[in-house]
């Protein structure tokens, strides 16, 4: 379970996050939206720790991540698989290496079964063979299937994906979207997906939370969302450049 | 008082020092806890000491030449042809070898370290270690660390060598100093003492440039000018703190001997 009370976070004095507060329970999924820039990636980040907040608590199965420890941290971090908006594959690495980094660091498996392990999530992310590619090799789509092969593939109980279809093509986001759905109910994991694209969102969200202007403006399932009459909701959801413009 | 800009400066100056003893500290930690990834411990020393071999030895060996030609000229005056050597022999030992080894170690090692954890840190690289619960001072800084307090020592000790011989040879050979005597008196005056000074001096250089280099991709600007930045500002940093901290060291060690 994930809850987040009344967190702030400002940068070089630019608030970026305030007094946002919500709760995730295990198994849910959750899609997090909102204009470029205002704040989801980083509200993202606080929630595996990579970002501490100026203030508020981020708590993980009741526990506090808040000021804890780089070192007690990285014992909570194992909980969590996280998919980057550039994949952030280690580039001196192939996808092999990739994919069993987190296998080799912290189980104490036989060469074989890492690559029996890898070879079988890399099946699951429609990515087989590719064991010997280098990361410079793999195309945008490709290179964030590896980075959720190799997020899944110690099965976390919870699955961050930060825009996880940002710069694909409509056919490529289809099938990570479809990636995601079958990751999240093959392992039963919790996922919270940042996105703004509203068809990720509507696909992978069984709740979507909104944030707008620092907070979160709008909780709720997606039929809620989209169908919103709020101005704020209908001009994010419609992709409307200017208000007025939707009184047309 | 001081100007903003300066009291700026200063206030900037003393926070990364304090950040770097953190790192430092956070690097203790982790060798105490024995967290070394031997594999990356491996190749580190393949990259900072093979590597480096070329550099290293084209720059001991024509210092050496340089210095031993410098000192023939002015001892030929007084009829000291035979003095040359010794004089090349301590100068390498204590301090041109370690500095100068350092010093090329730190352009092309230290400111490959920036670099490449500067381009991990722009690329959520680090990020992603983090996620996948590895701490970037275990896997990241460590190896590099160890590597580079084992590779500079040896450097140096090349660099030594590959100096007086070099010296030695255009003593003889260009300058027609009589080499019997040449390296006697090296032999002479070059005391053990004289080698040792030098390799604790490599071994501490090796750890700040590691460090330096660490620190500075670690703590990178976003994108390629926060990388190029880091890059620079490693190299330059290690070098001046080389230079600075050879100084103290040798005032520190040449009391220490004068005591034994």
Same mark, same amino acid.
């Given at each position: ?248 | ?69 410098? *000192? ?61 619960? *590895? ?114 060291? *040798? ?10």
């Amino acid at each position: 379970m994930i809850e987040v009370r009344n967190l702030y976070k400002q940068f070089n004095h630019h608030s970026v996050l305030a007094d946002v507060s919500f709760r995730i329970e295990n198994g849910e999924s959750v899609a997090i939206i909102g204009r470029s820039g205002s704040g989801k990636s980083v509200l993202l980040k606080h929630l595996i720790g990579l970002l501490q907040p100026d203030a508020g608590e981020v708590l993980i199965d009741g526990e506090s991540i808040v000021a804890m420890d780089e070192r007690r941290l990285l014992g909570v971090r194992r909980k969590f698989g996280m998919v980057f908006q550039g994949g952030a594959l280690f580039d001196s690495m192939t996808v092999a290496e990739n994919v069993a980094f987190g296998l080799r660091r912290h189980e104490h498996l036989t060469e074989a079964e890492i690559a029996r392990r890898v070879a079988g999530v890399l099946e699951v992310v429609d990515l087989p063979g590719t064991e010997s590619k280098k990361p410079a090799e793999l195309s945008g789509g490709m290179r964030k299937r590896a980075g959720l092969a190799r997020a899944i593939v110690y099965e976390p109980q919870i699955v961050l994906y930060d825009e996880p279809t940002t710069g694909l093509d409509p056919i490529v986001s289809d099938s990570i979207d479809q990636l995601m759905v079958r990751v999240r109910d093959r392992y039963q994991v919790t996922t919270v997906v940042v996105t703004h694209d509203m068809r990720t969102a509507r696909r992978v969200g069984q709740r979507v939370l909104m944030l707008h202007d620092r907070r979160i403006y709008a909780s709720g399932a997606p039929e809620e969302i989209f169908e919103s009459s709020d101005p704020v909701v209908r001009q994010f959801v419609d992709g409307v450049a200017d208000a007025k413009e939707m009184l047309i | 008082m001081l100007n903003p800009l300066a009291n700026q400066r200063v206030r900037t100056a003393l926070i990364e020092l304090g950040q770097i003893a953190i790192l430092a500290k956070e690097v203790s930690a982790s060798v105490l806890r024995w967290r070394v990834a031997w594999r990356d411990l491996v190749y580190q020393i393949f990259f900072i000491g093979i590597k480096s071999q070329s550099v290293v030895l084209i720059t001991g060996a024509f210092t050496g030449m340089v210095l031993g030609a410098q *000192t023939y000229f002015q001892f030929h005056k007084v009829k000291m042809d035979t003095a040359t050597l010794a004089v090349v022999g301590v100068s390498m030992c204590s301090e041109l070898g370690p500095v100068l080894t350092a010093l090329m170690v730190a352009g092309r090692v230290g400111a490959a370290i920036a670099a490449e954890l500067g381009t991990m840190r722009v690329t959520e690289q680090i990020d992603a270690l983090r996620a996948l619960a *590895t701490h970037p001072v275990d896997y990241l800084v460590v190896p590099r660390l160890l590597a580079a307090h084992v590779a500079l020592p040896v450097l140096t000790l090349e660099a030594i060598m590959v100096g007086i011989l070099a010296s030695y040879v255009v003593g003889v050979t260009v300058l027609g100093i009589e080499p019997t005597y040449l390296w006697d008196n090296m032999l002479k005056y070059t005391h053990q003492v004289d080698v040792v000074i030098g390799l604790v001096k490599a071994f501490i250089y090796g750890g700040i440039i590691a460090l330096i280099g660490c620190y500075r991709g670690l703590t990178c600007g976003l994108g390629a000018e926060g990388v190029g930045r880091a890059t620079t500002e490693a190299a330059v940093n290690a070098s001046i703190t080389i230079l600075i901290a050879n100084f103290f060291l *040798t005032l520190v060690m040449g009391k220490l001997v004068g005591l034994l």
